[in-house]
Nanobody, 121 residues
Framework: QVQLVESGGGLVQPGGSLRLSCAASGFTFNIYTMSWYRQGPGKERELVAAIPSHGGISNYADSVKGRFTISRDNAKNTVYLQMNSLKPEDTAVYYC??????????????WGQGTQVTVSS
């Protein structure tokens, strides 16, 4: 069955770094757009970064541009989020998402269970 398993979250001080990983299985990873979303306390889930199926141009939320980098390894069925210069407002549960859009049909979309990132001194 489809699985997205996030790892790498934790507690970090402001200015620190973390790298999140999302290991995928059960679907054809290399044709899916992969994304990271986050949901902070009392906030709606928001898109953090997305990367197309075969790399290329990624897009980022304005709040993380220049600090976060999304990447993928299609040979390992894994997507990463390198987070640098972390701020307290980056505190959230981070979710991995896989999406495939085919024409006008309802997209295929899968979610991981989330990993907690807490930025605090």
């Amino acid at each position: 069955q489809v699985q997205l398993v996030e790892s790498g979250g934790g507690l970090v001080q402001p200015g620190g770094s973390l790298r999140l990983s999302c290991a995928a299985s059960g679907f054809t990873f290399n044709i899916y757009t992969m994304s990271w979303y986050r949901q902070g306390p009392g906030k709606e889930r928001e898109l953090v970064a997305a990367i197309p199926s075969h790399g290329g141009i990624s897009n980022y939320a304005d709040s993380v541009k220049g600090r976060f980098t999304i990447s993928r390894d299609n040979a390992k069925n894994t997507v990463y989020l390198q987070m640098n210069s972390l701020k307290p407002e980056d505190t959230a549960v981070y979710y991995c998402n896989a999406k495939l859009v085919i024409g006008i049909a309802t997209p295929y979309s899968y979610w991981g269970q989330g990993t907690q990132v807490t930025v605090s001194s």
